[in-house]
């Protein structure tokens, strides 16, 4: 059972809360151990409001994964992990991680609360919502951004927002576009806004989201604001891996027919993974070289 558990926390989508430390980062803290050690425990208290949210979320949904090629296998709704147990847990991760929280600072609490309640309604109603749904799963990931930002009392660039929400939107229409061509005429069974969208409708939201990422990215690194504070426009170098990173996802989403799992497609394909780690290497020499 602690293994199903555990495997129902879903750590490997912890990944995804690696956006609490986008401000440490660009925020040039990196050298500041304050900043660092606050920043992790922010990373390690959203990693459990995550899970508990995870939870939730698959007791919610247990009768709909189970029709679910891939889902049904969760350890929920193979019946591995009680349901008492799951939401027991849910409500000590939950509580935890709140009360952890505002050992931080109460600005950093009010994020966490805020992510926490917002996913609870995500999870009872607004998931059934056609593109309210894909746009909430966005706005978590700025939650998590903004958050970071709070924890270490750093000031995030509205560039860095705006970028974070359509990088998350395009990775959530991408992943809404998988689910309905993985479960065809079966869509509507597991997720009810499917039953709103086509293949044609989501191809046309994500070309114009994938544009709309690329451009307010590249703003961002030739903004005058982002030149002063870094001391020089070297940001402007690190477009080309965005580019790639976004097209190879789109290859990846079409000729390959993945995307459902985003977590997996950034540790299981090689050039994808290679190109994030070029990323970060580019953004780090860009920020921090004299």
Known sequence: MLIALIEAMRPRQWMKNTFVLIALV???RLYDRGAVVWSLGAFCIFCLLSSAVYLL?????????????AKRHRPIASGRLPMPVALGAAAVFALGSIGLSFAINPSFAAFAVSYLVL?????VSLKHIVI?????????FVLRAVAGAAAINVEISHW???????????????????????????ASA???????????????MI???????????????VDGRTIEEFGSDRLLYTVPFVIFGIFRYLYLIHQKGEGGNPDRIILSD?????????????????????
């Open 26 to 28: 660009f925020g040039q």
């Open 57 to 69: 979320n698959d007791v919610a949904d247990c009768e709909k994964d189970r029709q679910h090629p």
């Open 119 to 123: 996913n609870i309604l995500y999870s």
């Open 132 to 140: 309210l749904d894909a746009l909430m799963v966005a706005i978590f």
């Open 160 to 186: 860095l927002i705006i970028c974070t929400l359509l990088l998350a939107l395009f990775i959530s229409l991408s992943k809404r576009r998988h689910e309905l061509v993985l479960l065809e005429n079966n």
């Open 190 to 204: 597991h997720r009810t806004s499917l039953t709103e969208y086509s293949a044609y409708l989501l191809d046309q």
């Open 207 to 221: 070309a114009v989201v994938t544009a709309s990422t690329l451009m307010a990215y590249v703003l961002y690194t």
């Open 270 to 290: 090689r050039p994808f993974f290679v190109n994030v780690i070029l990323w970060m290497a580019a953004v780090a020499t860009a920020i921090y070289l004299p």
